[in-house]
């Protein structure tokens, strides 16, 4: 809820001119654009001063349960948005990453975004890629879809591939 304020309180800001109003929508997703759009979102959820994303084009925030990861691809240029199911301390046991996705694949909501397991950091997502740069209330929109759907699967999902895989 606090999350749906605050984007409608940046949009009302933004058309008063008292606040940056989101990148133009519909450009192709270059480094800046993805910086810049990364930039307005974490401002507009409260995050305050902000560069979006680094030097290697990297960007996190938590908000709320969600924790979320940005990630500005070259080729082809896009950003991956990532929202946080579950972070493996240790190589995930055969069948479980499976499991994941073919709970996607059984209609399981998503959120919009896809299974994404990251190996090198361990970590287990739902990740939304961009390749043109989308209006400021629909990312808005996406990531908070996005987030809640990341939360239910970290919770009940996991249980429920869990269960399947290790029969317990």
């Not at 046991?93 to 499976?98: D, R, T, V």
Request: glycine content about 14%; overall charge negative; some cysteine.
């Amino acid at each position: 809820m606090i999350s749906s304020f605050t984007s409608k309180l940046q949009w009302l800001l933004s058309t008063m001119g008292m606040a940056r109003p989101a990148p133009p929508a519909g450009g192709p997703m270059t480094r800046d654009a993805a910086r810049q759009l990364v930039k307005w979102y974490l401002q507009s959820q409260g995050a305050g001063v902000s560069e979006g994303l680094n030097e290697q084009g990297l960007g996190g925030m938590l908000n709320g349960e969600g924790q979320y990861a940005f990630e500005h691809v070259e080729s082809p240029p896009a950003l991956k948005c990532s929202a946080l199911i579950y972070r493996f301390r240790e190589p995930p046991k055969p069948g479980i990453i499976e499991g994941f996705r073919q709970q996607q694949e059984e209609g399981t909501d998503t959120g919009g975004g896809n299974v994404d397991f990251e190996p090198g950091s361990g970590s287990l997502f739902l990740t939304r890629t961009y390749e043109v740069v989308p209006d400021g209330r629909e990312f808005t929109r996406d990531l908070d879809r996005l987030g809640k759907a990341s939360v239910v699967w970290g919770k009940d999902v996991l249980d429920r591939v869990a269960h399947k895989v290790f029969g317990t």
